[in-house]
T-cell receptor, first 115, second 114 residues
Framework: KAGVTQTPRYLIKTRGQQVTLSCSPI?????VSWYQQTPGQGLQFLFEYFSETQRNKGNFPGRFSGRQFSNSRSEMNVSTLELGDSALYLC??????????????FGEGSRLTVL | AQSVTQLGSHVSVSEGALVLLRCNYS??????LFWYVQYPNQGLQLLLKYTSAATLVKGINGFEAEFKKSETSFHLTKPSAHMSDAAEYFC????????????FGAGTRLFVKA
């Protein structure tokens, strides 16, 4: 069974650009969550999608957005990139919404560097 | 809102010594609690989870954690550290008030000395 796949693994952008990150969950998983990981802030919750609907949202500005497709694949987009957006972006999938008593399965992440 | 506090950003132990990583949570309702481990350049993987069954939870790789409601704690222990345990460990909480989103602590990096 394939795990959670995130693409691209590494990318470099400049300030003001925008970026789209992709996440393919484990087959059969309907929930996808996104996290931003930085050395100073740890893992910060961005948002969660379940059956193409955003169910939960963290405290990030509107420049951060996401969506989920009918096949459960998810994308997140960051517009007008800032230096502080440099981070490892982790995607996690689970069978049910919100990891209700369950387990999150993480991808290896997309490492974004903003210059 | 639920939250998690991990005491100590870095913990160093000798190989064979007891591992104790501390986690305190804040939740107004019965929580689900988790410990995850992250090895370098990898995503997180679940070590163990508490879901209101037994208060002492056993996980993979010899780790266990005890849920103590009176202390709002969920500390992670392992009797004897191995070099391969060197990694970053995250405590996490999820509950109904937060829509069951999973909130992580800041993490504790474990160093194991030979």
């Amino acid at each position: 069974k394939a795990g959670v796949t995130q693409t691209p693994r590494y990318l470099i952008k400049t300030r003001g650009q925008q970026v789209t990150l992709s996440c393919s969950p484990i087959s059969g998983h309907r929930s996808v969550s996104w996290y931003q990981q930085t050395p100073g802030q740890g893992l910060q919750f961005l948002f969660e999608y379940f059956s193409e609907t955003q169910r939960n949202k963290g405290n990030f500005p509107g420049r951060f957005s996401g969506r989920q497709f009918s096949n459960s694949r998810s994308e997140m987009n960051v517009s007008t990139l800032e230096l502080g957006d440099s981070a490892l972006y982790l995607c996690a999938s689970s069978l049910n919404q919100g990891a209700r008593a369950g387990e999150l399965f993480f991808g290896e992440g997309s490492r974004l560097t903003v210059l | 809102a639920q939250s998690v506090t991990q005491l100590g950003s870095h913990v160093s132990v000798s190989e064979g010594a007891l591992v104790l990583l501390r986690c305190n949570y804040s939740s107004s309702v019965p929580p689900y609690l988790f410990w995850y481990v992250q090895y370098p350049n990898q995503g997180l993987q679940l070590l163990l989870k508490y879901t209101s069954a037994a208060t002492l939870v056993k996980g993979i790789n010899g780790f266990e954690a005890e849920f103590k409601k009176s202390e709002t704690s969920f500390h992670l222990t392992k009797p004897s550290a191995h070099m391969s345990d060197a990694a970053e460990y995250f405590c996490a909480v999820s509950d109904v008030t937060g829509g069951f989103k999973t909130i992580f602590g800041a993490g504790t990096r474990l160093f194991v000395k030979a």
